[in-house]
């Protein structure tokens, strides 16, 4: 309960007491993890200590949105909670998504019948947990929700033939993440969650940090290239999946959107050394409805990487490139964004409250491997604290 101070208002001291992580602890340990999780398929497996390594990862992220919200409470009081990954968003626009004609019928399959469109939604995102600069070494996302799209959803107990369902495609700006697995990405994630306001915790956490890459050099050199990326605007850059998912039955795949039509010029780089948020500036030149030079709107190329001959190997280790000789990659649709004024309140409120995930799916589109069976506990997690924290339903 609030106290007042002199005029009647309640004081900042006793206001910011209630904003502090212990008092959501009952919130966070009422979380339930999903029950019913789907059997493995032969192109997957178990990795050992994985269900513990998941229950540690739903409890980090979901404390780190209560720890950054309440951190946010107490410097403004309208401030709303956050997702704990790809927190800070360029924008959150309308789009289409376009199937090819001539999509091979070998994966012709759920939403990629010929010849289909859908409205769609596209959301670009840095890929950290708080609200840092654009200037900040970061990876960049781009996730796509695709709406009234007839089918059953992969977890949905039964089939309803009038039904309609989203889609999602969930896209970062590297061919392939930099962690293998659901224990080693904990792992590097507590180690970055460790207090660090010191210079004692600084120096704990960075020969932490140090120890963990030290017998791992091809993950440190994943992780600096994929951060040390400065794109001129979200638009011009290729986004992948990372993690793989079946199309049918036995086709293993990774998703790639690239640019091929970008409406407007980048901006001078200047402007990029100075603003802290020039990509959504940029993306809100690229995109105003007063241009009059054309084209008049973004167009990105929607394909399929397809495994040959897939592994366990290759759908556990998110790490792994693609590059066997049969590997193809085969364009199966565009996304289409118009120029719009999406820098408006309805809008980020809008985006604020959706909810992305690579289980808002077709059961042709299954997700595969264990950091994708990670996040279907984790995003279900977070997201029920966040809009538990913003009262949203």
Not at 200 to 226: A, E, H, S, Y
Not at 361 to 382: F, I, Q, T
């Amino acid at each position: 309960m609030f106290t007042t101070g002199a005029r009647g208002q309640p004081s900042m001291g006793d206001a910011n007491s209630m904003f502090v992580p212990a008092n959501y602890e009952r919130l966070l340990s009422a979380l339930q993890l999903p029950d019913r999780l789907l059997p493995l398929t032969r192109f997957e497996r178990m990795a050992p200590g994985e269900a513990n390594a998941i229950a540690r990862m739903v409890r980090h992220a979901t404390s780190t949105v209560v720890e950054n919200y309440c951190t946010a409470k107490q410097k403004d009081g309208s401030a709303f909670a956050v997702r704990d990954q790809h927190a800070k968003p360029h924008g959150c626009l309308q789009a289409s998504f376009l199937v090819r004609d001539d999509v091979p019928p070998e994966f012709a399959f759920g939403v990629f019948q010929p010849n289909a469109r859908y409205e769609a939604i596209v959301r670009f995102s840095n890929a950290h947990g708080t609200r840092q600069s654009d200037r900040t070494p970061d990876g960049r996302g781009m996730a796509v929700k695709l709406l009234r799209v007839r089918g059953q959803n992969i977890l949905s107990p039964e089939r309803d033939p009038g039904a309609t369902v989203e889609q999602d495609f969930l896209l970062t700006n590297f061919p392939v993440f930099f962690s293998p697995g659901v224990t080693d990405y904990t792992e590097f994630l507590e180690i970055v969650a460790l207090p660090h306001d010191t210079w004692k915790g600084k120096l704990k956490q960075g020969v932490k940090v140090v120890l963990f890459f030290l017998p791992r050099p091809r993950q440190l050199w994943i992780f600096l290239r994929n951060a040390f990326q400065y794109p001129k605007s979200p638009m011009h850059v290729a986004y992948h999946s990372m993690t793989p998912y079946l199309v049918g039955d036995d086709q293993v795949v990774r998703y790639r959107a690239s640019p091929v039509q970008v409406p407007g010029s980048a901006p001078k780089r200047l402007w990029r050394l100075c603003d802290d948020n020039f990509l959504r500036r940029a993306l809100a030149a690229e995109l105003s409805p007063g241009r009059a030079s054309a084209p008049d709107k973004a167009v990105f190329d929607f394909s399929l990487q397809i495994r040959n001959d897939a592994t366990p190997d290759d759908v556990e280790d998110a790490s792994r490139y693609w590059r066997r000789r049969k590997d193809r990659l085969i364009k199966v649709a565009q996304i289409e964004i118009p120029l719009q004024d999406f820098d408006t309140p309805r809008q980020w409120y809008s985006g604020e409250n959706l909810s992305f995930s690579p289980w808002h799916c077709l059961r042709e589109h299954r997700p595969l491997g264990g950091l994708n069976r990670m996040r279907l506990a984790v995003y279900r997690a977070s997201l029920e604290v966040r809009h538990q924290l913003n009262m949203v339903r």
